[in-house]
């Protein structure tokens, strides 16, 4: 049986944010739920404890979001699923194009969706 290799956050934002997001410059956040979608081919798990970690190397555009005041990861739901589809079966607002997405080949627009 295949391994879980996707993932994803449901975060909550608290209060409005303004954000900047590694070289795709900055953002503003409203209050809401966002889902982000990641993967890990091999060690899925380390991958979830370092984004569940408030101090870190900002080195993916979902660190620079989690590390921000008012910002906190409300679930993780762990999928067998392709990272790409299970990102597209996700209703929801793209809110930063490429967020997430840098080598996504699948034309996702973005792993982050704001669902309000």
Known sequence: MPRE?????????????????????????????????????????????????????????????????GVRVAEVIRSRRNECALNRAVRGRVWVVGFGASDCRADCGAHLKYLG
């Open 5 to 69: 290799t996707s993932y994803q956050l449901l975060i909550e934002v608290s209060r409005p944010l303004r954000c900047v997001i590694g070289r795709l410059g900055e953002f503003d956040f409203p209050i809401g739920r966002y889902m982000y979608t990641g993967s890990a081919k091999r060690n899925l798990e380390p991958r979830i404890a370092r984004h569940m970690r408030l101090e870190k190397a900002l080195r993916w555009h979902i660190d620079y979001l989690l590390t921000a005041p």
